[in-house]
């Protein structure tokens, strides 16, 4: 069974920092594509990085440019998102997400691209 489970999120002041982690099981994802998403209240589900299979292309959208990093660690099958000058407008429950087995290229920011989806964690940021 794949489970992706994201794990980090908390309350933060504006300014301040988080690091999201996301760690498969259920099988490898070397292989894959991996992403962030988040929903903020009353919103549509929206991209936030994503990540290649190997780690040597990323995208952001425009609005976390500069301060959000999205990496993984494929030897322990964990994606993470390291999120600096947080602003509250980031409020959201993250999403991690994985594309399916094989995905070479760069890594897509559409959402029916990833086939496999975690619980989301919450994300709060105060002003």
């Known amino acids: 069974q794949v489970q992706l489970v994201e794990s980090g999120g908390g309350l933060v002041q504006a300014g301040g920092s988080l690091r999201l982690s996301c760690a498969a099981s259920?099988?490898?994802?070397?292989?894959?594509?991996m992403g962030w998403f988040r929903q903020a209240p009353g919103k549509e589900r929206e991209f936030v990085a994503a990540?290649?299979?190997?780690?040597?292309?990323?995208r952001y959208t425009d609005s976390v440019k500069g301060r959000f990093t999205i990496s993984r660690d494929n030897a322990k099958n964990t994606l993470y998102l390291q999120m600096n000058s947080l602003q509250p407008e980031d409020t959201a429950v993250y999403y991690c997400?994985?594309?399916?087995?094989?995905?070479?290229?760069?890594?897509?920011?559409?959402?029916?691209?990833?086939?496999?989806w975690g619980q989301g964690t919450q994300v709060t940021v105060s002003s």
């Open positions: 997400a994985a594309t399916a087995a094989y995905y070479p290229g760069t890594p897509s920011y559409t959402r029916g691209e990833y086939e496999y």
């Open positions: 259920g099988r490898t994802f070397s292989s894959a594509a």
């Open positions: 990540i290649s299979s190997s780690g040597r292309t990323t």
